[in-house]
């Protein structure tokens, strides 16, 4: 499924569909700038989280962890992992920038190879 282009219609589709999982990449760029609680739904190899379900997104931090608090204390969903993060994207580990130089540079081998 594509996502809509604009953010304001991201924004739409997201309230349409608020149970889909999407990355914590996707949720910083519809929920750019406020604090998002996320029901994390998958994890890294570091235990880091990955994707999940935005349970709540606001500028207000305090409005957030309080319903956060709530959704936790139903009890609704005992299992369940959250991550509380501000929508800022996230920096890379060296080990994502080298991966990232590495696949930089057999773009530029293959490129060096075209102009021949």
């Not at 936790?72 to 993060?85: D, N």
């Amino acid at each position: 499924m594509s996502m809509p282009s604009t953010k304001s219609e991201r924004k739409s589709h997201l309230r349409a569909t608020y149970a889909e999982v999407v990355s914590v990449d996707e949720a910083v760029d519809l929920h750019g700038g406020e604090w998002i609680a996320m029901r994390v739904t998958s994890f890294g190899e570091k235990n880091e989280p990955l994707a999940g379900v935005v349970v709540e997104h606001s500028a207000n931090y305090s409005r957030v962890c309080h319903r956060l608090s709530q959704k936790v204390e139903t009890g609704s969903e005992p299992e369940a992992h959250y991550y509380l993060f501000l929508g800022e994207p996230r920096g890379h580990t060296g080990e994502d920038l080298r991966r990232q130089l590495e696949e930089l540079a057999a773009l530029e081998e293959q490129r060096h190879a075209w102009e021949q």
